[in-house]
């Protein structure tokens, strides 16, 4: 058994914001880790509000577009929800989701007609999870490890004043061509902190640039 939770309201703010028509980017669209409940798993279908905004920390303000409740986690399982948006939405497409690495998620949503032709883009959290503990199997130190994920994802920090305030990264970049110009000297930089780190040839960024560059 499985069930769509959403509003009309919803419905229509993921078509406003998430869908190729949309005025206002697009915005991704994210489909969360799936949460045991009990008895059954709830998915959450989530968004960045682009016109609402966290005073605390200047961040777009998470809003839900819909829930899967469903007692499998199986790639029809997400077909059914990626479906339903899709029906709802005439079957405009979603230029950008995101979600973890979950190969079901990612079949399921991707054989749906509004997310056939979309970007697939990894979660930051799981991007970091896994660029962590390869970094940890390469003997990385703790200190070192944090260095070069701060330069791939950026930090948080609190100023004196008591501001939230954001160290850009790699993930920040504004474009592509950002992305790809500053690529090259951070993989410099991944390397000299590694080789220091480990005292061996350096690996992380042959890894990175087969495995991460490109979500």
């Not at 229509?12 to 009990?38: E, K, M």
């Not at 005292?199 to 960024?205: A, L, M, R, T, V």
Request: charged fraction near 25%; charge should be negative.
């Amino acid at each position: 058994p499985r069930a769509i939770l959403a509003t009309s309201q919803m419905l229509h703010n993921l078509n406003t914001f998430c869908t190729s028509t949309s005025a206002y980017g697009p915005v991704i669209l994210q489909i969360d880790s799936t949460f045991n409940i009990g008895d059954f798993y709830l998915t959450p279908v989530s968004y960045r509000h682009p016109m609402f905004v966290n005073k605390r920390n200047g961040a777009n303000v998470l809003m839900n577009a819909a829930f899967l409740m469903h007692s499998r986690r199986e790639a029809d399982d997400y077909k059914y929800l990626g479906d339903f948006v899709s029906s709802e939405l005439g079957n405009k497409t979603i230029p950008f989701w995101g979600s973890d690495d979950d190969t079901a998620i990612a079949a399921g949503l991707g054989s749906s007609p509004s997310f056939v032709d979309s970007e697939h883009l990894l979660c930051s959290i799981h991007a970091t999870d896994n660029c962590q503990k390869k970094l940890q199997d390469l003997g990385v130190d703790a200190t070192s490890c944090g260095n070069i994920l701060e330069l791939i994802f950026g930090k948080d920090y609190d100023e004196e004043n008591g501001q939230r305030n954001h160290r850009v990264g790699l993930i920040d970049s504004k474009s592509e061509k950002d992305f790809e110009e500053t690529l090259p000297t951070l993989l410099a930089r991944f390397d000299a902190i590694e080789s220091h780190s480990t005292k061996k040839d350096p690996k992380f960024s042959d890894y990175f640039v087969k495995n991460k560059a490109s979500d």
